[in-house]
């Protein structure tokens, strides 16, 4: 079944660990974004990707990093946890960043930082 | 700033119609979207609006007025399968998504 799918699901994570949230999408969309939810917030956009190899910043990038090797992947890393960083994070694709593509999301990961 | 308002919360009946409001003031516009997420899941795709006027789609349908930078979602013919969040998004100058905190809707037998 295409689609897009985050791994884990869910995780406990000691503060100061690094940690790479894992997103992967067959539907060969050219864009690609990270959002964090957050209860009574909106969903914020922490990263996202045009196309492969390229990146950029959203609302609220401190403490994270993506990458964009190739179309289908786009790890989302916390190099150094904090408590601050439990949240929802979503990844989400689109066939372009332009104006009417709809977006996709993958089903959450759901991270602790203790 | 830039920034969306929905009711945080809404209650209605099954079988009734309700109307979900947003308004919003973001640097630029290229079209709004309405989501819905139920508890614990993924947002899923409701309706786009780029233009002015009515946008119907089965028990659903979308309002935008650009000029009053408001927007409703109304939900015909409620179902409790309806109970969720529904999540209104506007895209700014760079392409970039603006979302709401989300209204939740709950729907009484």
């Known amino acids: 079944i295409a689609g897009i799918t985050q791994a884990p699901t869910s995780q406990i994570l000691a503060a100061g660990r690094r940690m790479t949230l894992r997103c992967t999408q067959d539907?060969?969309?050219?864009?690609m974004y990270w959002y964090r939810q957050d209860l009574g917030l909106g969903l914020r956009l922490i990263h996202y990707?045009?196309?492969?190899?390229?990146?950029g910043k959203g609302e609220v990038p401190d403490g994270y990093s993506v990458s964009r090797a190739n179309t289908d992947d786009f790890p989302l890393t916390l190099a150094s946890a904090v408590p601050s960083q439990t949240s929802v994070y979503f990844c989400a694709s689109s066939e372009q960043g332009g104006e009417d593509t709809e977006a996709f999301f993958g089903q959450g990961t759901r991270l602790t930082v203790v | 700033g830039q920034n969306i308002d929905q009711p945080t919360e809404m209650t209605a009946t099954e079988g009734a119609i309700v109307q979900i409001n947003c308004t919003y003031q973001?640097?630029?516009?290229?079209?709004l979207f309405w989501y819905q997420q139920h508890a614990g899941e993924a947002p899923t795709f409701l309706s786009y609006n780029v233009l002015d006027g009515l946008e119907e789609k089965g028990r659903f349908s979308s309002f935008l007025s650009r000029s009053k930078g408001y927007s409703y979602l109304l939900l015909k013919e409620l179902q409790m399968k309806d109970s969720a969040s529904y999540l209104c998004a506007v895209k700014n100058s760079n392409y970039q998504l603006i979302w709401g905190a989300g209204t939740k809707l709950i729907i009484k037998p």
């Open positions: 539907m060969r969309h050219n864009a």
């Open positions: 990707s045009n196309t492969a190899g390229t990146t």
């Open positions: 973001t640097s630029g516009f290229n079209g």
